[in-house]
């Protein structure tokens, strides 16, 4: 069983473990090792891939001495520079030298580790958390997530640092690894996107970057590519990421949208992997809107998204003869399932959505992009779709747990007769699905039906079940 990896990478309060500095310090340590070029797993077999980002001249010493490269990005919380340069500190011990991207949005740090020789990416962020929540989390040489055997790898050697029992060698002299800051890198990330994206020209849209990753690049992709842009929440200060906003807390921007006549607006989370977006009604468009929007518009005959999908859209998706494949929350079940079904789309409700034949990550600009180019290309507008795709109404409500506990919550007699009853009376005109959180300390219970009053009752039945025994 993992010890510090959940679903999204390890995460926790930045100053408490696993999220202190020393700490950061063995993971860097530990990444070092694990991704050493004796190991074939983890790294790329060939140095230089064919595609790369040229940089400095930190990297072309890299290269002639033999060490591996690895990227270190962030978001805006005031404890990512602690952790970014702790985990840089290991690394380097170790004979790595570090790209530092600075703040950037997640999909940057992919996109640039498989576009450059570095055999690693590395980003410190809690995504949608909290600001005084941080994370570290590691994409492998081609910009994907790390497999469970990797992960698995990764813990076993922080623990061996941790304990003083990892078996490395002296790093002295020129073997010790540097850092710098990058010059160019951010700038072929942004090149990317506006190679990909639609022509925007004259379309007024509002963006809320959460005060985070993408405060700066996410404005620059949309004015470039022609759209009159207002910018909400773009003031980082380090303690304001996804206070009262982004997509997460979307109702004050919702009104922004209606209000201010706009053609659309955007919301992204803290790291800027995921979006949604909002009609000119303001009406929120959340990732099955979007999964049901870029299904038509690509003519995919199968989709992915998870046991949260709302009912709606596997109704929508079936009357235009499109499958509906759900998997365990979390965007790296989709990810699995999409490349075990070699299929291209999938996502969540939450606007984490995966176009693998584009890049093997979400990223919450070019689910913005790619949105806006299926609605061109479909030839109505985006407020068409919503009144064409009823969804049926969601409860959720999210217990608070032991994080030692939240795993076997559900199979707790008094927990598993609560679901059962719950599954009973819910036949035939909604569902129920009970899962712990895999970035918190939660157990989320999801009631979804036809009956509101009926469907916020059962939630409720079953919440305090959990609470009892929590």
Known sequence: MKRYFGTDGIRGVAGELPMTAAFAL??????????????????????????????????????KEGRIQMLIGCDTRRSSDMLTHAVAAGLCSRGVDVQLLGVVPTPAVSYLTRTTDACAGVVISASHNPFEQNGIKVFNAQGGKLTDDVEQALEDAIDASLQGQLAIAVVTGKQVGRSSNSTNLKQAYLESLNSTGPSLDG??????????????????????????????????????????????HPAAFQAFVKEGTFDVGITFDGDADRAMLVDSKGRLVTGDYILALCALARGETTVVSTVMANLGLE??????????????????????????????????????????DQAPTGDGVLTALQTLAAVQKLGEPLEHWLDAMPLYPQTLVNVPVDATLKADIAEHALVRTAVEEAETELSGWGRINLRPSGTEPLVRVMVEGSDATRMHAIAERVAAAVARVA
């Open 26 to 63: 063995h993971v860097g340590i530990a990444l070092a090792e694990v991704f050493k070029p004796t190991n074939k797993d983890p790294v790329k077999e060939d140095s230089v891939k064919e595609d790369s980002v040229k940089e400095d001249s930190v990297k072309e010493d890299s290269v």
């Open 315 to 356: 109704h929508f998706l079936s009357k235009h003869n499109i499958n509906l494949l759900r998997t365990k929350v979390g965007d790296r079940y989709v990810h699995e399932a999409l490349e075990a079904g070699e299929l291209t789309l999938g996502g969540e409700q939450s606007g984490h959505i995966l176009f693998l």
């Open 203 to 248: 379309l007024k849209i509002a963006l809320d970057c959460a005060n985070g990753a993408c405060f700066e690049t996410a404005p620059q992709i949309f004015e470039a590519l022609g759209a009159h842009v207002t910018v909400l929440n773009n003031q980082p200060n380090g303690d304001n990421i996804n206070v009262a906003c982004g997509s997460t």
